[in-house]
T-cell receptor, first 110, second 113 residues
């Protein structure tokens, strides 16, 4: 069955520390891959996307993600987290429709 | 400015009543989606439409209905058959059926009172 999995429900990091949010998918073909961020009570904003080509993609706000076909993963990273990065992050895959993972809530400690 | 607009932002409904959530986009996108968001459950797909006058059920379509009479509009009706309608509803659109990127509205929070 097609699925998108974000294994971590909640992650806490200190400001300035590095961050990695995990995303795994299960699809018959390689779908389009996305990461979105949501602030409380708001819609979702696109951070970055992968369609093909270079497996390391750069996004907005200093985020990057790496596509690993062998692991069916598309993990999101940031070298140094800022307090304003606290939000909920969603991995999404697009094939015939758009499906989202359950989300990872990021808390940033001062 | 191009974008996707949901209205109203907050909506209260009495049990047993139908209610319609509005979603309009001026991005000239072919595909539109409705998602329901509950705490800890992420986004679940209710309905999607890839072209005018055509739509498909998502994972949780029971108790909901949609229409796509115009490219710009994809209203969602929450019927009295939906047993637990209190949630945050998000509408999104994307350029084409290949789902290159979804743009989201600001959401409607529906509360049943």
């Amino acid at each position: 069955a097609q699925s998108v999995t974000q294994p971590d429900i909640h992650i806490t990091v200190s400001e300035g520390a590095s961050l990695e949010l995990r995303c795994n998918y299960s699809y018959g073909a390689t779908p389009y891959l996305f990461w979105y961020v949501q602030s409380p009570g708001q819609g979702l904003q696109l951070l970055l996307k992968y369609f093909s080509g270079d497996t390391l993609v750069q996004g907005i706000k200093g985020f990057e993600a790496e596509f690993k076909r062998s692991q069916s993963s598309f993990n999101l990273r940031k070298p140094s987290v800022h307090w304003s990065d606290a939000a909920e992050y969603f991995c999404a895959v697009g094939l015939n429709d758009m499906r989202f993972g359950a989300g990872t809530r990021l808390t940033v400690k001062p | 400015d191009g974008g996707i607009t949901q209205s109203p932002k907050y909506l209260f409904r009495k049990e047993g009543q139908n209610v319609t959530l509005s979603c309009e986009q001026n991005l000239n996108h072919d595909a539109m989606y409705w998602y329901r968001q509950d705490p800890g459950q992420g986004l679940r797909l209710i309905y999607y439409s890839q072209i005018v006058n055509d739509f498909q059920k998502g994972d949780i379509a029971e108790g909901y209905s949609v229409s796509r009479e115009k490219k710009e509009s994809f209203p969602l009706t929450v019927t009295s058959a939906q047993k637990n309608p209190t949630a945050f509803y998000l509408c999104a659109s994307s350029r084409d059926r290949l789902n290159t990127e979804a743009f989201f509205g600001q959401g409607t929070r529906l509360t049943v009172v």
